[in-house]
């Protein structure tokens, strides 16, 4: 009978496999805590819409504080094939400041759809620079040391971007300014997990041993 109603017995078993598994919250909920809660829409104004994509918009906005303008990504929830990614990637940008890294400013969430403040680059990703210019060797000097140096302030930081390319480096127009760009596929290191094997990013771009599924870090 002792063994009946004990932790070994069928009726242990069975009361606790009655216990109601502990609900994960949904990516609307998570985002919750990590955006700003107030409305953009009261904070910008004179949104342009400058680029569109499978996941959502981009437009160049005003904050009306400031007079700043800024470059607004709104990312439908439903739209998103990895929604987790989002999270990830606003986490990653608050912690990236620097010259050659796009400049994270805000992020919200209205209704369903996410928008992300960052800076504005007037001007075009490296691939549509190649494909329309010759570049010099200085030029090509300036974009390799500004590209090192955002990788060397990620590195720093023990995070890694796993998607360097050519349509993830801006070139403005106006200055010549360098900036990495797109954290999708970045990762925070931690003394816990020091080193990853996930076979992310661009394959044409990929490093070796992320091809082979061996085991790295920012080094």
Not at 80 to 96: A, H, T
Not at 145 to 171: F, G, P, T, W, Y
Not at 185 to 193: H, K, P, S, V
Not at 199 to 215: K, L, N, R
């Amino acid at each position: 009978a002792g063994r009946g109603t004990g932790g070994r017995g069928g009726g242990g078993r069975g009361a606790s496999s009655d216990k109601p598994k502990e609900k994960k919250p949904s990516i609307k909920e998570r985002l919750q805590g990590v955006v700003n809660l107030n409305d953009p829409n009261t904070l910008y104004t004179d949104f342009i819409k400058i680029g569109e994509g499978a996941s959502g918009s981009v437009f160049s906005a005003v904050e009306i504080a400031t007079g700043d303008k800024w470059a607004v990504k709104q990312m439908v929830l439903s739209r998103q094939p990895k929604p987790d990614v989002l999270i990830n990637e606003i986490s990653l940008m608050k912690s990236c400041q620097h010259p050659a890294i796009v400049h994270f400013h805000d992020s919200f969430l209205v209704v369903e759809t996410l928008w992300v403040v960052m800076e504005l680059v007037v001007g075009e990703d490296l691939t549509q620079v190649l494909t329309c210019n010759d570049m010099t060797e200085p030029q090509i000097a300036v974009v390799t040391r500004e590209s090192l140096l955002a990788l060397d302030h990620l590195h720093q930081q023990r995070i890694i971007h796993r998607d360097i390319k050519s349509d993830n480096i801006m070139v403005s127009g106006v200055n010549g300014d360098v900036k990495l760009t797109d954290f999708g596929f970045g990762a925070q290191l931690t003394n816990e997990q020091a080193n990853r094997k996930s076979m992310v990013g661009t394959s044409y771009w990929m490093a070796p041993e992320v091809i082979q599924s061996d085991e790295y870090d920012e080094k």
